[in-house]
């Protein structure tokens, strides 16, 4: 009887432990805990702050930058807890825990965001961008500026863009260098049916779904190709799964520094300020670095065996051609004033 209880107890013991540990994987000096709210007992406020790339990405160094940054500003006022790979979801869950106040911070790229605010659609507009001088003017006018005030009616605050940067695509079937090389591929989107409906009537078999699930469904041949900045590519190692790639830059994607409203309303107006020029000058640094590692990283991709298919501007503007029906079904559901205004806006930042 003796030894039973003993045996209970040690099991006991061990259930205790393993439910306190938490899994904690967090890339923080925080003392091991994971904290389980937005405050910790000292009273000081904790976000969490997850994404899903991992930590050798220009966004976590971006995001370790926003870090560094709030605790030194707040006098440790405000801590921040970091977790990189998806460890606390996808974009689309993330997202949604900023709005129940179980997560404080996410950075998804602007497709997945259509979700909550259909007007972030109109980056999704193929060849919208036509360079990161021009995306930097647009992204800093108005109305970009005006559609990261609409987050806060879905309980989100944007305080600023960063870059995901040109998306490029890549498969495993064969080099893809013209239009009609789109034809019947197996491609991933991001979960935004302009993406969808893009891909479509580029001839291609479309498959929205998470980034967390991506690399698997390449692997197992579940989907022949994705599309993402060299960045993505090289640092998740898609070359491992994928033998080609081709620069389309068929899309600018910005990311967006998204925070919970719920929490935001609770800091102090100098925190606000803090947070916000934080996020600002932590973005700075991702896009400085994500330039010179997408500008990098195609070099890199080969060097991994992968074959490089350049597209002609005359195919790409076959391709162009080929959307252009898809943007006009669209013109409605993101707001005809919303694309005319971001058509206007790189219009001007093409002519100065
Ligand atoms: C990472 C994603 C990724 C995006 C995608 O969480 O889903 O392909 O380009 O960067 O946001």
């Known amino acids: 009887m003796k030894k039973l209880m003993t045996l209970f107890a040690l099991s006991l013991l061990a259930f205790v432990l393993v439910a306190c540990g938490g899994g904690d994987s967090n890339e923080t000096e925080q003392n091991g805990e994971n904290e389980s709210a937005s405050e910790s007992e000292g009273g000081e406020k904790v976000i969490r702050a997850g994404i899903g790339l991992n930590q050798n990405h220009p966004q976590y160094k971006g995001l370790l930058k926003f870090k560094e940054i709030v605790e030194e500003e707040t006098g440790g006022e405000i801590t921040v807890e970091t977790y990189h790979s998806g460890q606390l979801g996808d974009d689309r869950t993330m997202t949604e825990a900023l709005q129940l106040g179980t997560q404080e911070v996410t950075i998804p790229s602007t497709a997945p965001i259509a979700n909550f605010v259909p007007e972030f659609s109109v980056f999704d507009i193929p060849f919208l961008l036509p360079s990161e001088e021009v995306a930097d003017e647009v992204l800093a006018g108005d109305v970009a500026q005006d559609l990261l005030a609409k ?31 789109f034809d019947g591929l197996k491609i991933r989107t991001m979960e935004n049916d302009l993406h969808l409906e893009a891909f479509k009537a580029l001839g291609a078999n479309p498959t929205p779904m998470a980034f967390t699930e ?139």
């Open 151 to 181: 987050l806060e009616e879905k309980d989100l605050v944007g305080l600023s863009y960063w870059e995901n940067g040109f998306r490029d695509l890549t498969n495993s079937e064969r080099p893809v260098e013209t239009l009609e090389d």
């Open 214 to 352: 991506l690399f698997t469904a390449m692997q197992q041949g579940t989907v022949d190709g994705q599309e993402n900045p060299y960045a993505t590519i090289y640092l998740e190692n898609f070359y491992e799964v994928q033998d080609y790639v081709s620069d389309t830059h068929h899309v600018y994607s910005p990311f967006v520094f998204l925070m919970s409203k719920q929490f935001y309303d609770g800091l102090t107006e100098e925190q606000q300020e803090i947070v916000r020029s934080a996020a600002e000058e932590a973005g700075e640094h991702q896009i400085k670095l994500n330039r010179e590692a997408n500008a990098e990283y195609l070099q890199n991709l080969q060097d991994e065996g992968m074959e490089f298919s350049e597209i002609s501007d005359e195919e790409r503007q076959k391709m162009v051609d080929t959307v252009q029906p898809v943007i006009e079904d669209f013109k409605d559901d993101i707001g005809p004033e919303v694309v005319d205004g971001i058509m206007e806006a790189v219009e001007n930042a093409q002519g100065e």
